[in-house]
T-cell receptor, first 112, second 118 residues
């Protein structure tokens, strides 16, 4: 059973546009939701994360929107750049346990 | 920021041999390290969780005798793929969590090891 569902599988955005990636979860006990960025041949790098007590968190061009009642959260990349082209993974975990559940990933291609 | 070093980045070995992959936390102590496997264009699959000084906890379907994990210190965990076969070819990634920051401490990932078994 997939704990975190991510969509879309792939995304093409023009430079300067907004990239939106969505995730949904089932386990209401999850209370930490990070997003990771992965370039080919590299390990994932933490991009931004949110706790369920806030509805939005912004860091530079990256924003997480969180809807606790709908059990959904999304990543918005404003003013998308070709350098943002990568695979993005959402994840969720339950405090104080260690296991992170990852979404299936979204391959983003930002066209110049 | 926290750095996790993984070595080697690429390894090619012959079928039947064993390969050891090292994962080090360079600027922090990690009580817990995780080993993931990633197939092309797929998500990360957790293989096992290793805690310093104790036996690793393996996920269902992962052969503990084939994927030996050792976490001998707070900064080093190793994954040994024993008697490797071509189907073991994959991208293996380790991650670590900082000591004393449970739950809401993010995972820091290594850069992965591309294993090719010929």
């Amino acid at each position: 059973q997939q704990q975190v569902k991510q969509s879309p599988q792939s995304l093409i955005v023009q430079k300067g546009g907004i990239s939106i990636i969505n995730c949904a979860y089932e386990n209401t006990a999850f209370d930490y939701f990070p997003w990771y960025q992965q370039f080919p041949g590299k390990g994932p790098a933490l991009l931004i994360a949110i706790r369920p007590d806030v509805s939005e968190k912004k860091e530079g061009r990256f924003t997480i929107s969180f809807n606790k009642s709908a059990k959904q959260f999304s990543l918005h990349i404003m003013d998308s750049q070709p350098g943002d082209s990568a695979t993005y993974f959402c994840a969720a975990t339950t405090l104080p346990f260690n296991k992170f559940y990852f979404g299936s990933g979204t391959k983003l291609n930002v066209k110049p | 920021g926290a750095v996790v070093s993984q070595h080697p980045s690429r390894v090619i070995c012959k079928s039947g041999t064993s390969v050891k992959i090292e994962c080090r936390s360079l600027d922090f102590q990690a009580t817990t390290m995780f080993w993931y496997r990633q197939f092309p264009k797929q998500s990360l699959m957790l293989m096992a969780t290793s805690n310093e000084g104790s036996k690793a906890t393996y996920e269902q379907g992962v052969e503990k005798d084939k994927f030996l994990i050792n976490h001998a210190s707070l900064t080093l965990s190793t994954l040994t793929v024993t008697s490797a076969h071509p189907e073991d070819s994959s991208f293996y990634i380790c991650s670590a969590r900082m000591l004393g920051r449970q739950g809401n401490s993010p995972l820091h990932f290594g850069n992965g090891t591309r294993l090719t078994v010929t």
